[in-house]
């Protein structure tokens, strides 16, 4: 069954305080891997886009990376403004998108 | 370059009543897809459109219903209201079969 999940549910961090967040997969025929941004109350912000292992992509802050099984969200020297909901998504054979349920990112000052 | 649009962007309605919520995608993309947000389920797919066609179908019951215009504009249809039903509801439009940018959502409150 293809299905996407994230972990952990919530992160609480420090200002600065470095981590990472993971989504792990199990789709048939990997067509993407997307990261967003959530707010609450408003629609996901479009992050990045990874296609392949070993793809890595960079914005500010965040650093995400693929590899067959699995992307991670690294987030370095985190800012309370970074604070958020991070989904991930993978879109799979037949143009069909699955959703992680997302990890809720509380970054304190 | 706008972005997805959506209206209204909060509506109230009652059970028993059905609701249309629209969706302009970015200018040149030719796919719309719409899904449900609520805390407990996440994300959830209903459906897409591409050239007017419906291409893809989440797993919701037949009162929800969509379609699209020669524009691409979106339009998503619940008939029939639940209290259930409430949720925020996103619309995505994206070139064809990549990235998919998201509205600012429709807040859907069902008394």
């Known amino acids: 069954e293809d299905q996407v999940t994230q972990s952990p549910e919530a992160l609480r961090l420090q200002e600065g305080e470095s981590s990472s967040l993971n989504c792990s997969y199990t789709v048939s025929g990997l067509r993407g891997l997307f990261w967003y941004r959530q707010d609450p109350g408003k629609g996901p912000e479009f992050l990045f886009t990874l296609y392949s292992a070993g793809e890595e992509k960079e914005k500010e802050r965040l650093k995400a990376t693929l590899t067959k099984k699995e992307s991670f969200l690294h987030i370095t020297a985190p800012k309370p403004e970074d604070s958020a909901t991070y989904l991930c998504a993978v879109q799979a054979d037949f143009n069909k998108f699955y959703f992680g349920s997302g990890t809720k990112l509380n970054v304190k000052p | 370059k706008a972005g997805v649009t959506q209206t209204p962007r909060y509506l109230i309605k009652t059970r028993g009543q059905q609701v249309t919520l629209s969706c302009s995608p970015i200018?040149?993309?030719?796919?719309v897809s719409w899904y449900q947000q609520t805390p407990g389920q996440g994300l959830q797919f209903l459906f897409e459109?591409?050239?007017?066609?419906?291409?893809n179908k989440g797993n919701f019951p037949g009162r929800f219903s969509g379609r699209q215009f020669s524009n691409s504009r979106s339009e998503m249809n619940v008939s029939t209201l639940e209290l259930g039903d409430s949720a925020l509801y996103l619309c995505?439009?994206?070139?064809?079969?990549?990235?998919?940018?998201f509205g600012p959502g429709t807040r859907l409150t069902v008394l």
């Open positions: 459109y591409f050239s007017e066609t419906q291409r």
């Open positions: 200018s040149g993309h030719r796919s």
């Open positions: 995505a439009s994206s070139l064809g079969s990549d990235t998919q940018y």
